[in-house]
């Protein structure tokens, strides 16, 4: 019984060194890991006005135009899942990042690394599968690169795609404009492309398999810019590695305010609901590949909506929740019991590799 | 660590000491070892941890307890304020 | 007897119309939630502490806010319900010096990749070159071996009760098939010896407890009998869902307005009195009980389970001659209080600041079911925004 107490009573606490020299999975996932080497070692290295907003595209000038260009490479794995393939997904995710801009979508290029032995059977399917997302997109594909590494240097087939557009006039979308008051608009359903990736990952076998929902949004923004009276649409981001959740935060983090959000109106898919149950996840924490989040002034809100419900991409879509004022950035949501709790941003990964 | 998810038994098989089973989760179907259930049957429903079934779920007790509960409400709606309750 | 004729719709109670999960989403049901809430603050009157030891449980408490609900005069406080959290440190510093070595192949949950050793975690060995694998279960450790018959496997088998089964199930197995490169390194903890040792200590100031429910699916709760007897003390067997939580707090406020001490089930669609037998058998052929050390605790007797010397082949601990390393915790966090729920993270000035769940001092905020790292990654907005009570 002695033993017992004096051990209870004693201070003993592990004091952990983090091992910070070496990249992790985790920094690619998105979330903190993710932005902590971003401002550690990215930013230090070539901060500058424009890549200092973190958007998900630059808008530049060149003499009376505005650009907005953006890239993004795809380590997918595996290669084909349900609803899509690193393919389409190299044209979606970089189409998407131009339209976050306002940008009408115009030029791709596109950058193979490919490992030694990969079927060209196999290369040539992705190849149509990205013409195919290309041309559904309207985007051309322009210029490219490929090279080739040695087996066991390069796990199948890596793809960049880098993306260039015109941003009309006028036009304001940044992450730092979210002001207290203004609705928290979302497309549609979470957690799609995630859990579709890890069912086919892990063998999970569904009655109705989860579709990625990997898809070019550029059609479902111009709809949504056709109501923007006054630059009411503040913010457009796509939520893709991370999940929503790390969009909501990079938001707050940049507007410096408070998200409130309602978790009774976050539209989630009865078949995603199931797997992160089974797996302990949080569809807010899970990728999406074909949905936007879009800060919009209250006044202007309903009228985003309707026109974001008149497209085939946003049928779903809801107000989830408000932007308020808030000593620091924080993402917080209401039970349906009616407490909160915070939606932090997400540590490590969850499931690397997925987009 | 605790997670264990209730799911319908689908199927199952005998193979030699192993005993598995096909469960449904609401809709996902997976590969379970039943050896710990093994008065389970197809359209019982188990709890299941770390891909085994640690238990069966007593439906009969899950349907009066839980009746007791909603009836909990209905009588508290009823009953006339205590005194002296702040 | 169908059960859906009894279950009111999530629907009724304002949320969207969606099919309910079967056995979860009923207990979810914010009307009968709030209906608990309201016979606990009817039926309460003194100040109650009430503790539980289940990461899984205080995950389901600040998800959903559940402290937040209850009247100020009932404390939930959080004990090492964490398995992950208070897994010794020696046994980590095993497990990351195995996976460094090139014939092993270091199977393991995935919540353990993080926890922090002496100097590094899994992770970051796995980025070093080791062969670090995530298993949802021991069948997949097993199969891992199987497949890899030229490597050692070794599986980092951590748990309470409610995993020992699965984890000697692997071991048991293994034997009847005769995989010879499989082992296991465990580290099991045992919960009522945990509730004894936070009973005895002179600071503690739990009223009742809300005993894991899904332990004691594993091994029922008849061992709670001795400890509400020796402590005149009532321990209530809860699910995991709110409604399941909440019913369990308002049976340990009934007994304790009457100054009962009676172990009692809230949990019992899942629950019996003697457990589940074959689960246990398996697991009484393997392991035995063995004193334990606590990472954050220090060392509670009998407390732990050990590979008993019949299946000595199949314990790593053994078998690769990994000698007892007695590590220095040095002390700097206040750990230890929080587990015993004398303290709230909140309470800890490194909280949130130098301690966070990317850099932690401590083991309850290593684990995403410890209490500290449940509080801060649903709970920091109360700190900042002011208490919402």
């Not at chain 1, 030029?107 to 290309?134: H, K, Q, Y």
């Not at chain 1, 109705?208 to 949004?217: E, F, G, I, K, N």
């Not at chain 3, 949802?136 to 071996?145: D, G, N, V, W």
């Amino acid at each position: 019984m002695d033993d017992n107490t004096n051990s209870l009573a004693q201070l003993t606490c592990p004091a952990p060194h983090p091992v910070k020299d070496t990249i992790l999975l985790g920094h690619g996932s998105g979330g903190r890991l993710s932005a902590e080497l971003m401002r550690s070692v990215f930013l230090p290295a070539f901060g500058n006005p424009v890549l200092d907003r973190l958007d998900d595209q630059a808008i530049v000038k060149v003499k009376d135009a505005r650009l907005a260009f953006t890239t993004d490479s795809f380590v997918v794995k595996p290669l084909f899942f349900p609803g899509g393939d690193i393919g389409s997904l190299a044209v979606h995710g970089t189409v998407n990042d131009l339209a976050m801009g306002g940008a009408t979508p115009l030029f791709l290029s596109v950058a193979f690394i490919i490992e030694e032995g990969l079927s060209i059977d196999l290369l040539r399917r992705v190849v149509d599968s990205l013409r195919a997302a290309a041309k559904n997109a309207g985007v051309q594909i322009v210029t490219g690169d490929t090279k080739v590494v040695e087996k066991g240097c390069g796990d199948q087939l890596f793809i960049n795609t880098t993306g260039m557009g015109l941003v009309p006039d006028g036009l304001e979308l940044s992450a730092n404009r979210a002001r207290p008051g203004d609705k928290v608009l979302l497309s549609g359903s979470i957690g799609e492309h995630g859990i579709a990736i890890l069912a086919q990952r892990e063998g999970l076998e569904f009655e109705c398999p989860v579709q990625s929902d990997s898809a070019a949004l550029h059609n479902l923004v111009a709809a949504m810019l056709r109501a923007n009276t006054g630059n009411a649409i503040r913010v457009l981001r796509d939520p893709t590695r991370g999940g929503a959740s790390s969009t909501l935060n990079e938001i707050a983090e940049q507007s410096r305010v408070g998200i409130q959000l309602q978790e009774s109106a976050i539209p989630v898919r009865e078949e995603v609901r199931g797997a992160c149950e089974m797996l302990g996840l949080d569809p807010l924490y899970v990728a999406n590949e074909g949905k936007l989040i879009a800060i919009v002034a209250p006044q202007q809100a309903e009228a985003v909506l309707n026109a974001m419900r008149s497209d085939p991409l946003g049928r779903k879509a809801q107000i989830i929740g408000t932007v308020v004022e808030s000593p620091s950035p924080i993402v917080t949501i209401r039970t349906e019991l009616g407490t909160s709790r915070c939606v932090d941003m997400l540590a490590g990964d969850q499931l690397p590799r997925i987009c | 660590m605790c997670l264990a998810i209730p799911g319908k038994i689908l199927s199952q098989d005998d193979l030699g000491f192993a005993r598995t089973g096909r469960v449904d989760f609401g809709g996902i179907v997976r590969q379970v070892r039943l050896d710990f259930v093994p008065e389970a049957a197809p359209g019982d429903y188990v709890l299941v941890h770390v891909g085994f079934a640690i238990g069966k779920i007593d439906e009969e007790e899950a349907h009066r307890t839980y009746e007791a509960l909603a009836e909990l409400g209905a009588l508290q709606d009823e009953l006339p304020p205590e005194e002296g309750v702040n | 007897m169908k059960l859906a004729a009894g279950f009111p719709s999530p629907a009724a109670v304002g949320s969207p119309k969606r099919a309910p999960v079967k056995f979860l989403d009923e207990y979810r049901n914010a009307g009968i939630a709030r209906r608990l809430v309201a016979g606990i603050e009817r039926e309460v009157r003194g100040h109650w502490v009430l503790m539980e030891i289940c990461g899984g449980q205080t995950h389901t408490i600040m998800r959903y806010g559940l402290d937040e609900l209850l009247p100020p005069n009932i404390e939930l406080v959080h004990g090492p319900g964490c398995p992950v959290c208070v897994t010794p440190l020696e046994t980590i510093d095993k497990a990351l010096e195995l996976a460094a070595r090139p014939e092993v192949i270091l199977v393991s949950y995935g919540d353990m990749l993080r926890v922090p050793g002496s100097a590094a975690d899994l992770f970051t060995v796995k980025a070093r070159g080791g062969d670090v694998r995530i298993v949802y279960s021991p069948a997949e450790a097993l199969k891992i071996a199987r497949q890899n018959p030229e490597r050692k496997v070794v599986f980092l088998a951590v748990g309470f009760e409610t995993t020992a089964p699965a984890n000697a199930m692997a071991v048991w197995q293994a034997r009847q098939e005769n995989i010879g490169n499989f082992s296991v390194l465990a580290s099991h903890v045992l919960v009522p010896p945990a509730i004894r040792a936070l009973m005895t200590s002179p600071d503690c100031r739990v009223n009742g407890f809300i005993a894991p429910g899904h332990v004691c699916a594993v091994m029922g709760y008849q061992e709670y009998e001795s400890l509400v007897r020796d402590f005149h003390i009532p321990i209530v067997v809860g699910g995991f869902e709110p409604v399941d939580l909440l019913e369990a707090v308002l049976m340990l406020v009934r007994q304790l307005e009457k100054g009962e001490a009676r172990a009692e089930n809230q949990y019992v669609r899942s629950v019996n009195y003697r457990g589940n037998l074959p689960a246990q058998r398996v697991v009484q052929e393997v392991f035995e009980i063995a004193d334990q050390k606590w990472r954050g605790i220090g060392t509670i007797p009998a407390s732990g389970l050990r590979i008993r010397d019949e299946y000595g082949d199949y314990d790593a601990s053994r078998l690769f001659g990994l000698a007892s390393i007695t590590v220095e915790e040095p002390a700097e966090c206040i750990s230890a209080q929080v587990l015993q729920g004398l303290k709230k993270p909140t309470d800890c000035p490194a909280f949130g600041m130098r301690c966070t769940p990317q850099n932690p001092l401590g083991a309850p905020m290593v684990s995403s079911e410890g209490a500290c790292a449940a509080y801060y990654n649903y709970r920091r907005h109360g700190k900042e925004l002011g208490a919402t009570k």
